[in-house]
């Protein structure tokens, strides 16, 4: 067969580019950790490259068979550079490569991230009159995927296939792969309609690559609907089909459908892995369901499925959810016994639970034991911290985090300083707060509703309503769309000062607006009424809340 409308193919798809990629930077401090792994690969590299040494130098020339051990156990240690020096050896020595050769060199430039170099292999291939096999072209494929290039690889693809070649399932799993990767979910679905029956037969690994994408777009019911259609071609779920509906189902809210695939699986004899396991946990302890999540963990350890840092971390987070910290940090307290480490986010999670529970010096105790492990904070620990110090009205030492975050190089995000901005409100230091808010502005933080919210209450309650209302009537210039919240705030600020007419009008405008009224908006303005004798008033409105289903008749 003649190669050369598809060497044309190759040239076409890629102008070459010889930029070599970043070597990957290791911090100095896992030196320690990795030196004894590095030195046995290297001295097994290096034995590997004295192996290839003799035999190149042997009289006569082994056959390239020999050559292609060495180089293919050099690219199973990921020493792809290595492999593609010793390969530019054999060609200056004379040594013809052979199609397992060139697969080789294909692989190590792909895994390099030089993709145009393993399309000038591909081509010197089809120019000595090789054929290249399904192993040549997955191994092009893969590389186009691990470099995102998914309109290259769908281009080889349909040019492969224009010239009769074919491709096999682990092909057509790398091609959706890198579609799903990309977000292109529904390029993905399209190309297993395309390829189904006519070119393969669809297996388990392209529909559950399918099924995860399509759960983390939160399309569980066409999801669910591909499932079925395994079912209905025969093709067996294994555990990963079920656990990426599992998650899908507990993203969304529906628990019950998530718990019933669970126990099909179950009768279906497929062993749950901890990460099915731990799904399940967390889904259970977000809904502050805590002792269903602990039925789900003794089912776990039944089946001598070993809990990891994961599960744990749920765990102590549905713990802290429910106000339950002292049973969340014994489970915290007894991880090293357990066999798994406390990682950053344990130690997040019991800070923000003890700061919820206002035990903020038992947090810092955490905190600072984290700095003493190595473990370092990041932005939501130090939130937690400086959230619970600013509730407690402890300002200078929230402030102080917030400059060791500087320090640290973590960058305090509007979270950070809303905790700050709402603390200096309460205390009446309306001032500092403004202040604040232009100081963060002017580092390119942009406030929030809620940041908002914060100074409108903090200046109607330090009596500076007229601030409180251009700040309001700017939020609506600029186009906010404003929420029950701030209305309310607006509300209570104008009742605090007599205004109910205003208060009224602004009722009206916010329904105007699309905005409903809460029960709290309502009772503010009521109490306000009743308060100063206007008793027809406040009874219209109560008339009008229990309209609303807002209050029992």
């Known amino acids: 067969m003649s190669f050369s409308n598809l060497r044309c193919v190759?040239?076409?798809?890629?102008?070459?580019?010889?930029?070599?990629?970043?070597?990957?930077?290791?911090?100095?401090?896992?030196?320690?950790?990795?030196?004894?792994?590095?030195?046995?690969?290297?001295?097994?590299?290096?034995?590997?490259?004295?192996?290839?040494?003799?035999?190149?130098?042997?009289?006569?020339?082994?056959?390239?068979?020999?050559?292609?051990?060495?180089?293919?156990?050099?690219?199973?240690?990921?020493?792809?550079?290595?492999?593609?020096?010793?390969?530019?050896?054999?060609?200056?020595?004379?040594?013809?490569?052979?199609?397992?050769?060139?697969?080789?060199?294909?692989?190590?430039?792909?895994?390099l991230g030089l993709i145009s170099l393993s399309f000038s292999v591909f081509a010197n291939i089809l120019k000595k009159g090789y054929h290249p096999n399904v192993i040549t072209f997955n191994t092009i494929i893969k590389g186009l995927c691990l470099k995102a290039q998914i309109h290259q690889e769908l281009h080889f693809h349909d040019k492969l296939v224009a010239l009769g070649f074919h491709l096999n399932q682990v092909s057509y799993g790398t091609l959706i792969n890198g579609l799903c990767k990309v977000g292109e979910t529904r390029a993905a679905l399209q190309l297993l309609r395309q390829v189904d029956g006519k070119l393969v037969q669809p297996d388990v690994v392209m529909y559950n690559i399918i099924i995860d994408s399509m759960c983390k777009d939160k399309l569980v019911n066409e999801a669910f609907d591909l499932y079925c259609e395994m079912l209905a071609k025969r093709i067996s779920p294994d555990v990963v089909t079920y656990t990426a509906l599992i998650s899908g189902f507990c993203i969304v809210g529906k628990l019950k459908e998530a718990i019933a695939l669970f126990n099909k699986m179950m009768l279906e004899n497929i062993n749950s892995d901890v990460y099915t396991f731990s799904i399940l946990v967390d889904a259970f302890c977000k809904e502050g369901k805590v002792k269903e999540a602990k039925n789900v963990f003794a089912m776990m350890m039944k089946k001598d499925t070993k809990p990891d840092i994961v599960t744990y971390n749920s765990l102590m987070d549905g713990y802290c959810l429910v106000k339950k910290v002292n049973e969340a940090m014994d489970i915290f307290n007894t991880l090293t016994q357990r066999g798994v480490s406390a990682n950053v986010r344990s130690y997040t999670i019991m800070i923000n639970g003890l700061c919820k529970i206002q035990m903020v010096d038992?947090?810092?105790?955490?905190?600072?034991?984290?700095?003493?492990?190595?473990?370092?904070?990041?932005?939501?620990?130090?939130?937690?911290?400086?959230?619970?110090?600013?509730?407690?009205?402890?300002?200078?030492?929230?402030?102080?985090?917030?400059d060791e975050?500087?320090?640290?190089?973590?960058?305090?995000?509007?979270?950070?300083?809303?905790?700050?901005?709402?603390?200096?409100?309460?205390?009446?230091?309306?001032?500092?707060?403004?202040?604040?808010?232009?100081?963060?502005?002017?580092?390119?933080?942009?406030?929030?509703?809620?940041?908002?919210?914060?100074?409108?209450?903090?200046?109607?309650?330090?009596?500076?309503?007229?601030?409180?209302?251009?700040?309001?009537?700017?939020?609506?210039?600029?186009?906010?769309?404003?929420?029950?919240?701030?209305?309310?705030?607006?509300?209570?600020?104008?009742?605090?000062?007599?205004?109910?007419?205003?208060?009224?009008?602004?009722?009206?405008?916010?329904?105007?607006?699309?905005?409903?009224?809460?029960?709290?908006?309502?009772?503010?303005?009521?109490?306000?009424?009743?308060y100063k004798g206007e008793n027809d008033k406040a009874e219209k409105l109560l008339r009008e809340m229990i309209a609303r289903g807002l209050l029992e008749d």
């Open 10 to 111: 190759v040239f076409s798809l890629f102008i070459p580019n010889f930029r070599h990629p970043n070597p990957k930077f290791i911090p100095r401090k896992m030196f320690s950790r990795l030196r004894d792994h590095e030195e046995e690969e290297e001295e097994d590299k290096d034995n590997l490259v004295f192996s290839f040494n003799r035999l190149l130098h042997q009289n006569p020339t082994p056959p390239i068979l020999q050559f292609n051990k060495i180089l293919g156990s050099l690219v199973k240690a990921n020493h792809y550079s290595t492999a593609a020096s010793l390969h530019r050896r054999l060609v200056l020595t004379g040594i013809a490569s052979d199609l397992f050769t060139f697969n080789i060199l294909i692989n190590c430039f792909c895994q």
């Open 362 to 402: 038992e947090a810092i105790n955490l905190f600072e034991q984290m700095h003493c492990r190595n473990i370092i904070p990041d932005v939501v620990a130090y939130n937690s911290l400086i959230d619970g110090l600013s509730k407690l009205g402890r300002i200078s030492d929230a402030i102080k985090l917030i």
């Open 405 to 530: 975050m500087h320090d640290r190089g973590q960058s305090p995000d509007i979270i950070t300083y809303n905790s700050l901005l709402d603390a200096l409100c309460k205390k009446h230091y309306v001032e500092e707060a403004i202040a604040l808010l232009r100081k963060f502005k002017d580092q390119g933080i942009q406030p929030n509703l809620y940041t908002y919210n914060i100074l409108i209450k903090g200046l109607c309650q330090s009596g500076r309503l007229k601030n409180a209302q251009e700040v309001f009537q700017n939020l609506l210039i600029k186009g906010y769309s404003l929420d029950v919240h701030t209305y309310t705030v607006m509300i209570q600020g104008l009742c605090g000062k007599g205004l109910f007419d205003e208060a009224l009008a602004l009722l009206t405008k916010m329904k105007g607006n699309g905005c409903v009224p809460n029960a709290v908006t309502y009772e503010i303005i009521v109490r306000s009424l009743f």
